[in-house]
């Protein structure tokens, strides 16, 4: 997967209406069925190296940076962008809804390797869209 290199803050979703966004791997799927979303707005409306394909991680695929957050952040601090945060009360959204409740939202703290879930029309979390990485041959 590639990462964006910019990051915001926002909301899940104006609403607690379930929409299906439930899959645990894939986040393209998810972000396609997120409705009234500052969180898909902002990932969807990124146009970063010329693509427009961006979405929100599954959690997941959060899970996968998570693993790999060390070799991440010293590449993105090479480029001089915005690491991703390692600080113990910065949580990242997800894409996923919460398949027992769907008026929540799953999010993941890099710092602690932790995963919440919390109401996605309440807390403001950052966002980190990602894109999948294709080769043309």
Known sequence: MVIAKVETTAIWSNTLTEVGADSYTDGQYNTNRMIDSPAK???????EGGYDDWYLPSVMELRLLQQNIISINTILE????????????????????NKVNPHISEAIRFHL???ISQEKNIYAKKLRAIRKFEIDL
Request: glycine share 6%; charged share 25%; net charge negative.
């Open 78 to 97: 090479i480029c001089g962008v915005t690491i991703i945060s390692m600080n113990d009360d910065i949580h990242y959204w997800s894409s996923t809804e």
């Open 41 to 47: 707005d902002y990932v969807t409306g990124l146009r």
């Open 113 to 115: 390797f932790d995963r």
